[in-house]
């Protein structure tokens, strides 16, 4: 760590805190140096590496913005994908991975999304699953009746 100051390569830390949620550390330094104070904030990497094989940094932007298709015409708000993202992130970097691939985080998202809203999750599920005729989507939508008659039950037993 280069002291911002005069470029001294030596510094102490002072004091580490941890992010509210957890994801980066804020560390306080004194360079060895000049004695002058610098704040340094870590966040461990994650990289993804998609299906052509390039490898590029995680990015919540782009969850959203693939989640939004999804969601065009339906009441789902930016505050509702910004948490959404946020969800498929913790639940990638839960994996423990520093590299995961892009099928991970499509995986990831279905979750959410289906709890989100079901007609979205339809539309990202066809493109995501590579739906091939109107079978899968048959399939797709008695999995969600049923798995919303399971909960339904589970209602009514509580």
Partial sequence: MHCPFCRNDG???????????GTSIRRRRECTQCGRRF???ETASLSVRK??????????????????????????????LALLA??????VRASGQALVDSQDIGTAILGPLRELDEVAYLRFASVYSSFDSLEDFAAAI???RANGAEVGKAARLD
């Fill in 11 to 21: 510094s102490r830390v002072v004091d580490s805190r941890t992010s509210d949620d």
């Fill in 39 to 41: 704040s340094t904030v």
């Fill in 51 to 80: 299906r052509s094989g390039v490898v590029e940094p995680f990015n919540r932007a782009k969850v959203i913005v693939g989640v939004r298709r999804a969601c065009q015409g339906r009441p789902v708000s930016d505050d509702d």
């Fill in 86 to 91: 946020h969800k498929v992130e913790e639940k």
């Fill in 142 to 144: 008695e999995e969600l």
